[in-house]
């Protein structure tokens, strides 16, 4: 019998209404399933800045650290927005990135077959989409040393650098190719090794991995091309996988494939504890209102089963809930159309529990 423990991080605005509905989903989906967890509530964010004043107390990390699995809302809002850098409240997240070594961003994007109107592309286009995007998250020049603006030789400039190392890009292309395995196998390692030396390092270590995982295809494909590809055909992507800036340009351009931010989960590993979120803020001009999409965060704490908590089995569960749940036409007001049955957050959070089976 398991025995497993997450933190929950409600964070700000939209935060807590949302975790409480993952929440609710995943001790129904667990109970069904003869699963048990205990969890603990700790704070992150604004919430922390006012509690303590700071955004990531050291109690918060603590807890994380030692628990399997950590479940965040969303942290920062215009009340926090003029605090110093430092105790700014998306620092909270950098933190936790950071304290838990999350070296790894993944993020599914799929486009509901309900939802495939909503999609800023043409359904036959986006019908078919379903890619997992693994980002690097603790590398390349977002970490990179840096010059800030300074004149030399009466010209103004600025750099930053990028770098990789062979371990940085070994763990994140073997983790892409382990969750390869399950999906279609199919791995599109996304560079610029035209121009790049660190792209040329990444394609070379990629081509050996590709040795190593014989189950899985891996394909090369530069940045730009990619960028295109994405909006003509999408469908043609499964795993998708390439480092912190590409990642981070890409990921974005994907999720707009979906229509809705408010479904679209996340989760960030390392090889300790995971967090999970969706990729929406904290909604701010909606919190408390009980008008935020809780799906996000219910597909986030569906991936914290299937990567940190061990169970595939309730993973499935909730996301064949959800799906269900789009199919019988109940929407949150940002998904909301016409003739369909508009639901508040807490309804949909209900309404999903229901069809877990
Ligand atoms: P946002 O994602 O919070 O909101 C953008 C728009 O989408 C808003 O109109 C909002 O109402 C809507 N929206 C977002 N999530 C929704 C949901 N679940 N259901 C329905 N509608 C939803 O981005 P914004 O406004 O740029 O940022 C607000 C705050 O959140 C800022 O303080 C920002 O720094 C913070 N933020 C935090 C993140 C995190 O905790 N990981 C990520 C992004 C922003
Ligand atoms: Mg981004």
């Not at 509905?21 to 205990?38: D, H």
Request: net charge negative; aromatic share 6%; proline share 4%.
């Amino acid at each position: 019998m398991s025995s497993k423990h997450i933190v929950v991080i409600p964070g700000d605005g939209i935060g807590a209404e949302i975790t409480a509905e993952a929440l609710r989903v995943s001790q129904a989906a667990a109970k069904k399933c003869g699963y048990s967890f205990t969890h603990e509530t700790k704070q992150a964010g604004g919430a922390a800045i006012d509690a303590y004043g700071v955004p990531l107390p050291e109690d918060t990390i603590d807890a994380c650290r030692k628990a399997d699995g950590v479940l965040l809302g969303a942290v920062g809002g215009p009340k926090w927005d003029h605090v110093a850098p430092e105790l700014r409240a998306e620092k909270a997240i950098l933190g936790l990135r950071k304290s838990l070594e999350l070296y790894a961003n993944l993020r599914p994007i799929k486009v509901f077959p309900a939802l495939a109107a909503q999609s800023p592309l043409k359904p036959e286009i986006v019908n078919a989409v379903d890619i997992l995007i693994v980002r690097e998250l603790n590398g390349g020049i977002y970490y990179g040393a840096r010059q800030e603006a300074t004149i030399v030789n009466d010209v103004e400039l600025a750099w930053d650098r990028e770098g990789y190392s062979r371990p940085e890009i070994e763990r994140i292309l073997r983790l892409a190719c382990r969750s390869a395995i399950g999906r279609k196998g199919k791995v599109t390692s996304v560079d610029k090794a035209n121009v790049l030396a660190t792209s040329r390092l990444w394609r070379k270590v990629a081509n050996e991995m590709a040795a190593a995982f014989t189950q899985v295809e891996i394909n090369h494909m530069y940045v730009d091309n990619c960028a295109m590809q994405l909006v003509l055909n999408p469908g043609s992507f499964d795993v998708l996988v390439t480092g912190n800036l590409f990642g981070d340009i890409l990921s974005d351009e994907a999720a707009v494939l979906s229509g809705s931010i408010g479904l679209l989960p996340s989760a960030s590993l390392g090889d300790g504890t995971g967090l999970y979120e969706p990729i929406h803020g904290s909604a701010p001009d909606i919190a408390g209102l009980g008008l935020a999409n809780p799906l996000g965060t219910i597909l986030s704490a569906a991936m914290m089963f299937r990567y940190s908590l061990g169970s595939e089995q309730i993973a499935a569960m909730i996301e064949a809930a959800v799906d269900q749940v789009l199919v019988d036409g109940y929407r949150t007001p940002d998904i909301y159309q016409q003739g369909l049955t508009k639901v508040s957050t807490e309804e949909m959070g209900q309404q999903v529990i229901n069809r877990l089976k």
